[in-house]
Every structure is written in structure tokens, then in C-alpha cells.
């Protein structure tokens, strides 16, 4: 690592640093003010109650802030480098702009770990931690909400379970759809519970509606001689946040669910691998927007050109993220799509600015690299 790799790094965490714990602080202080009462209620009251709950909210108020304080960093930390002329004296040297984007990989490196580790790791432990308390913004699967329910495709089967069945049991009420051959439905099983048993499951107050008849049969128990698709259940019942890779990968590849619900998880899978290049693309973009004289002059403006089209990625990265979950675009063209354009932008108005390094800066460059 050079000395001015060391030194730009430094500088950019420095500022990241003190953004990130800025921000955190305030979103959790408003966030604590709306929940306050409900967690002091359910955790008995006092200061470890409220300090647990904090630690649980850390990760996902962290990982939502993690673009904006790097971008917000990165802007800081080339205006201070502009302000006191040293980016000028090291262009001058010969170094190129690429040359100044590698020069930020230690940090780059740090923010993509970091930015991994919170997605996959600790927004995952924590949503389960406050999910078991019953409180933050995830959904309580452990309830009774009859909307709560996950739906499984198994050959001419489909079932609708509740978000709490298991291997263990189910106890709320689930049904299931026959379907003939050529997939039109041939009847319909309400089941209000279900028992494991040793060649199956053990239905309770079983209501069947065969297509083909007006009349409803009914039965109080039905042997049902075969396994209920109920491995995933509890995965595909949490938000696609709540997932790491790994398992966004494994439900992606679940043929058991509808094409929707793949769509989705593609995306959120794409989303999520493309998340890994976001610090890099914010250099870049950075970098590309310092080396225009017009921003340059002023801080000012290279800020608010920075925040305007950094948060213009942001909000396109968010919708094409929304669009391929509903299936209108490929998955992979929803989360790859946006960081392509960004590139795009950023490496055009490096090549075009680029600085030929001739003379005595080129020179310089060769024999003293930075």
C-alpha cells in the first residue's frame, strides 16, 4: 500500500466513520421515540430492556445508511483533498484518475466487507432476535393473522400453509388444491390441523369440495400417506431482507414455490450480489465528478452534484429492485442494471477529462510511483 493510498483511506473511513455513527444515532433516537412504550411493555421495563432492543436495530438502520454515508464520505473527503489543493498537486505529478481510484481500494475493500457482513450476518441475527421479542418493523410469523400464509407447489399439489407450520405440526387451519393433468382444479381439502405420524400426517376436521359435486364431504380425521412440503416454510415466510445469500440462492432454485415468488428472490438474490460493488461504483463516480473543472472550483457544487446523482442511482436502483420482484423485468437486468449505468456514466466522464501524463508529471510518475 502506498503512502497516499494509506492517506486518502484514512481520510474517507475517518469521515464514514463519524457519518455513519451520526446517522445511526439519530434514526435509532426517532426510532426509539415510537417504540419506547411497546418495548419497555414486553421486556418488563428499565434500561436493559431499551439497550437490547437498540443493539437489535443497529444492523438494519446501519445497512440502510451504509450508501449514503460512504457516498456523503467519499464527497467529504475529495472536497478536503480540493480544498487544500493536494488533489491538484498529485494530477500535476502525472498521477491519473484511475490512478486515484486505485489508490482508495484499502477502503473500498473495507466498505464492501463491511457492507456484506451486515447484509448476510447481522440484519439476518438481529431480525430473528426482535422477531422473537415481538417487536421492530418484522412480521410476527408466530401469530395466529389468517393472511400470514405461504404458498408451495408439489407436482399436482398446491398448498396453502400457515407461516407457523413445521415438521412438528401445523395448528392452524391450511388447505389444499388437487389439480388434474392439465392443471385445471379438481378439488379442494381444508384442513383445520395436522399431526405427524409414522407413514404420514394425520389430518383433523378435513372438509374436501370436489370440484365436480355441490356437496362438501366432511371428516373428522384423514390419513394423509405421504410428506407435506414444509422444509422452507419459515424461510419463505420472511421478508427477502431478512435472507442471507446463501439462502436467497437456495429458495431462488426451490422449484416448489410459484414463478412470482421465485421472480422475486431472483431479484433480491442479483440485488444483493450487485450491492457487493456499490462502494466502488460511488468512487468512481466521485472521482469522475472532482476532475470536472466546474465542480471542481467549488465544493459546493462537487457536493451537491455527488448527493444529486447519487441519490438519483439510488432511487432507480430501488425501482428497478421493485420492478423485476413483480416479474417486469429479468431478475438479473433489475440488479444489474443500474450499477451498468452508473459505470457507464462515471467511466465516460473519466476518459473524457483523463489527463494525458506527459513531461516531467509522467516522468515523475514513473520513477517516484505514489
Known amino acids: 500500500m502506498t503512502t497516499f493510498a494509506r492517506y486518502l483511506s484514512i481520510v474517507m473511513l475517518v469521515r464514514f466513520a463519524f457519518l455513519m455513527a451520526g446517522g445511526v444515532m439519530l434514526a435509532l433516537s426517532f426510532d426509539l421515540m415510537e417504540r419506547a412504550d411497546n418495548v419497555l411493555a414486553r421486556e418488563g421495563g428499565g434500561i436493559p430492556a431499551l439497550a437490547g432492543y437498540a443493539l437489535l436495530r443497529l444492523p438494519d438502520i446501519a445497512a440502510d445508511l451504509m450508501p449514503i454515508a460512504s457516498l456523503l464520505a467519499t464527497a467529504l473527503a475529495f472536497g478536503e483533498l480540493m480544498r487544500h489543493r493536494e488533489l491538484v498537486a498529485l494530477w500535476n505529478t502525472g498521477l491519473s484518475n484511475f490512478g486515484v481510484v486505485r489508490s482508495l481500494w484499502p477502503a473500498a475493500a473495507l466498505l464492501v466487507l463491511f457492507s456484506v457482513t451486515l447484509d448476510n450476518v447481522a440484519v439476518p441475527y438481529a431480525a430473528d432476535g426482535l422477531r ?177 446523482f447519487g441519490f438519483g442511482y439510488m432511487m432507480l436502483e430501488r425501482w428497478a429492485l421493485a420492478t423485476g420482484a413483480v416479474g417486469f423485468l429479468p431478475p438479473w437486468l433489475s440488479a444489474w442494471g443500474p450499477p451498468i449505468a452508473l459505470f457507464s456514466l462515471a467511466a465516460t466522464l473519466l476518459f473524457r477529462r483523463e489527463p494525458a501524463a506527459t513531461g516531467v508529471g509522467a516522468e515523475r510518475q514513473r520513477r517516484h510511483p505514489l
Do not use: M
Open 132 to 308: 422473537d421479542r415481538g417487536l421492530g418493523p418484522y412480521r410476527d410469523i408466530s401469530s395466529n393473522n389468517p393472511n400470514d400464509v405461504v404458498w408451495v407447489h408439489h407436482g399436482d399439489l398446491i398448498f396453502r400453509f400457515p407461516a407457523t407450520a413445521s415438521a412438528e405440526g401445523i395448528a392452524n387451519p391450511f388447505s389444499i388444491f388437487r389439480r388434474a393433468a392439465d392443471g385445471i382444479l379438481v378439488e379442494r381439502i381444508d384442513v383445520q390441523r395436522a399431526h405427524p405420524t409414522r407413514t404420514g400426517w394425520q389430518f383433523e376436521d378435513v372438509t374436501r369440495y370436489p370440484v365436480e359435486s355441490s356437496r362438501a364431504i366432511r371428516h373428522d380425521r384423514e390419513e394423509w400417506n405421504a410428506e407435506l412440503p414444509l422444509e422452507n416454510i419459515g424461510l419463505l415466510a420472511r421478508e427477502p431482507r431478512e435472507l442471507s445469500l446463501p439462502l436467497l440462492y437456495k429458495l431462488k432454485n426451490d422449484d416448489t414455490q410459484g414463478t412470482l415468488a421465485r421472480q422475486r428472490l431472483a431479484s433480491w438474490f442479483h440485488h444483493r450480489l450487485a450491492g457487493i460493488v456499490k462502494p466502488i461504483l460511488i468512487i468512481l463516480l466521485v472521482v469522475a465528478l472532482a476532475h470536472d473543472g466546474r465542480l471542481a472550483a467549488s465544493f459546493t457544487r462537487l457536493l451537491i452534484a455527488t448527493i444529486a
